[in-house]
């Protein structure tokens, strides 16, 4: 099943929180500018999410990349843990994206991104469900056209 936008607003609006304005309201010891840039927030982040979620490819993956970039800096490629996967921004990036930075994938986080354990990826996999890339693991494209795929589960 595919997140809401809701699902999607809400934790935009909670990562923003706490990954950016907390801290920058840390800093600045509690000015009240920070106000109206949570309320700025919350419409982005309606905003964002309906791209997201409903938007034109190009349109999304744009706000995706943005996002990500943002609230995950660091000189090493993305690399969210397992469980990020099966969170609603997870879900959105993975039908939408795929994976944002990595053209194969483990088996784990296949799984993670599909909603099903390691060895039902290798299943998929040794049945030509999903594609394997040649220097291990499977192609992120493959996940996210399976996710696509009506029908596929959720978790």
Sequence with gaps: MSPTHEEVTEQLIRLIDIRLLDPL??????HDAIDPLRAVIRDRARSWATTIVSGDDRAAVSVVMR???TLYPGDGSFNPPLDWWRSPF????????????????????????LGITRQGVHDLASRDKLARHPEGGVRSASVRARLLREGTRRV
Aim: no cysteine.
């Design 90 to 113: 997870g879900q959105a990036v993975a039908r939408r994206v795929g994976h944002p930075t990595a053209e194969s994938v483990s088996y784990a986080v296949a799984g993670a991104m």
């Design 67 to 69: 996002a990500i970039a």
């Design 25 to 30: 309201e840390i800093l600045v010891a509690g």
